[in-house]
């Protein structure tokens, strides 16, 4: 996936984060989608809950993008041309559909429901997204995971992981990333992670336990879904604060409901997030932007994909106002 808002805004997010905790249990902050379209002549929409004002990272979870479900023999579908990325990780997850990876490690993958693509992109990697002509309805998310500074130059790397359905009390949870209900994850990451979808029958009601360092995001596809006590609708993102040892979660809706969930500890770093690149500072994000355009090494060739990369847009020529996680209470 590409970051193709027409005038991307230089984001400064993350940094140490306050350690008072308040007493009692953790509430649950409702975050809205933002409504982005992913580019082009009659190009798809996304949900984008993360980065928000209210937020920019949950964990090291920087970028959540959540898309149709959306009948793609009536339009272009996704269709994304080579672009690159630095210091970061993209997780594609679909409900429905097929898309075509090809990346400049030379990989060559299908991304199917239920199966998980994790690509690091850590000094530069470049990768194209299509689907595919069997698609019909295309459904699912893209994330990102922000690297941290001793890692954010790792070298490229993709991953594949197909989990086994855990089934618990009228739920189905598949565990791409991290540890819950049971079931581990092979796949590594730099930080500790959780990323899961967890679909509810009518009226299911479960408790998981959780790591209490982690925050936790439910991003919530289809359903009513009460998260510890606040209800969430279709693609709001719930937020739990740090602390909590258990999430619960209700499906309040009469038809099934599907959440996916994301946590990790706080990323202490401070990062800058431009387009499709995560840096450090302005600086990082200029070169990394110039290597792009003079197609540069660094992020290598995607071969097979029928057309012209994307360009980079503009840097921005205005004074970046940093951005940060509003501070724990
Ligand atoms: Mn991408």
Same mark, same amino acid.
């Given at each position: ?125 470049? +990768? ?9 309805? &295309?459904? =699912?998310?893209? #994330?990102?995971? !922000?690297?941290? $500074? ?65 925050? +936790? ?9 009460? &998260?510890? =006590?606040?209800? #969430?609708?279709? !693609?709001?993102? $719930? ?91």
């Amino acid at each position: 996936m590409s970051n193709v808002e027409t005038e991307p805004a230089e984001l400064r997010c993350g940094g140490p984060v306050d350690d008072g905790q308040s007493a009692g249990t953790p509430g649950v902050e409702v975050l809205a989608a933002r409504d982005v379209p992913l580019g082009g002549p009659r190009a798809m929409r996304v949900r984008r809950t993360l980065p928000q004002r209210a937020r920019t990272l949950i964990g090291a979870w920087c970028f959540a993008d959540h898309y149709g479900p959306v009948d793609v023999t009536a339009t272009h579908g996704m269709d994304v041309a080579p672009h690159p990325h630095t210091g970061l990780q993209t997780v594609s997850w679909l409900f429905s559909g097929e898309v075509e990876h090809r990346d400049s490690l030379g990989t060559h993958a299908l991304v199917r429901p239920g199966e998980m693509n994790l690509m690091t992109g850590g000094y530069g990697i470049s +990768h194209s997204e299509v689907s595919t002509p069997d698609t019909t309805v &295309l459904h =699912g998310v893209q #994330l990102w995971v !922000a690297l941290p $500074g001793e890692h954010r130059s790792a070298e490229r790397d993709f991953q594949h992981h197909i989990p086994e359905p855990v089934r618990i009390d009228g739920a189905g949870i598949r565990v791409f990333l991290g540890s819950l209900a049971g079931d581990v994850s092979p796949v590594r990451t730099f930080t500790p992670l959780l990323g899961a979808e967890i679909t509810l029958e009518p009226g299911a009601a479960i408790s998981l336990a959780v790591d209490t360092d982690f925050e +936790h995001g439910l991003l919530v596809d289809s359903g009513d879904v009460r &998260l510890s =006590g606040t209800v #969430l609708r279709p !693609a709001e993102l $719930g937020y739990v604060p740090p602390g909590a040892g258990t999430l619960t979660l209700v499906n309040e809706s009469e038809g099934p409901a599907r959440t996916i969930l994301l946590g990790g500890p706080p990323f202490e770093e401070e990062i800058v997030m431009w387009w499709n690149f995560i840096g450090r500072s302005h600086e990082d994000i200029v070169r990394a932007r110039e290597a792009w355009e003079a197609a540069s090494d660094r992020f290598g060739d995607v071969t097979g994909y029928p057309g012209a990369r994307l360009h980079a847009p503009a840097l921005p020529n205005a004074v970046i106002r940093p951005r940060r996680n509003p501070p724990r209470g």
